[in-house]
């Protein structure tokens, strides 16, 4: 399906993460990737998954690095010449903001969560659309909490809706030049980022019963969308936040 392709993940911190799952679905699929890293202490992790997989490239890149990002993308145009698609799948906030009440965010965990979960996705489209010569697709993970409120989640709930509106705004933009952009509002899991928000496993007991499937979702089932995203056969969508959360979502009372 992604024979001849190329993509760029950012966000794998280890084998649970979200953005590992889509480089499966995606690598089994044919597409060669490219992999960002945050810091050195995620760098052996990367290392090691990344390096099972045929023609990969493993970059340093911390989004709130202006020059990481651009020497980022200039690796990926040195080694391949050209990008089809991207998975950003990276979110960021002090622990202290995704706990107790909204009201206490501080200026500064406002901004970094901004920055780091929300900015970092028109920053990394901006850099991606030159390589896209060809089209693309850029796909980004949300939550629910960015239009309801989640206990805990917080400035990260407000963070998501700014990605999900970024989405709208860059579909529009870059359509012109073939380039999708889409989200997926992924159901909750068990991955590090998540076990920083407090409460996650009740969370994930409460979902996981009130979901239509009474489960709750996998990273593979995320990956495999985000691979349906990236492929021509989602050739007609664009702007949308697609749920991928057994459902749960759509329940009312
Ligand atoms: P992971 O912790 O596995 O992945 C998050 C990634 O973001 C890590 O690789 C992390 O690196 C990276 N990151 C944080 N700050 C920066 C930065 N400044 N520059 C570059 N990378 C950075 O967790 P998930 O796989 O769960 O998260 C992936 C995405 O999915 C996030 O956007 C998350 O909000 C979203 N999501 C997760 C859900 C869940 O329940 N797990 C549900 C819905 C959406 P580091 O470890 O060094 O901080």
Redesign the pocket.
Known sequence: MLENKVGMI?????K????WACAESASSNGAKLAF????E??KENVEKLAGELPDSLIVP????NQSDVDAAFAAVGDKYGKLDFLVH????APKEALEGEFVTTTRDAFRTALE??AY?LTQVALAAAPLMKEGGSIV????YGAEKVVSNYNV?GVA?AALEASVRYLAADLGKQNIRVNAI??????????RGVKNMGSLLGYVGEKSPLKRNVT?AEVGNTALFLVSDLASGITGETIYVDCGYNIMGI
């Open positions: 950012f966000g794998v911190a280890n649970r993460s979200i953005a960002t890293y945050q810091g202490r995620l890149c911390d989004v709130s799948s990276i979110a960021f780091i979960s970092s980004t993970m949300s939550y990260m998501k509002s992924a159901g909750p899991i068990n991955t590090l980022s998540a990273a």
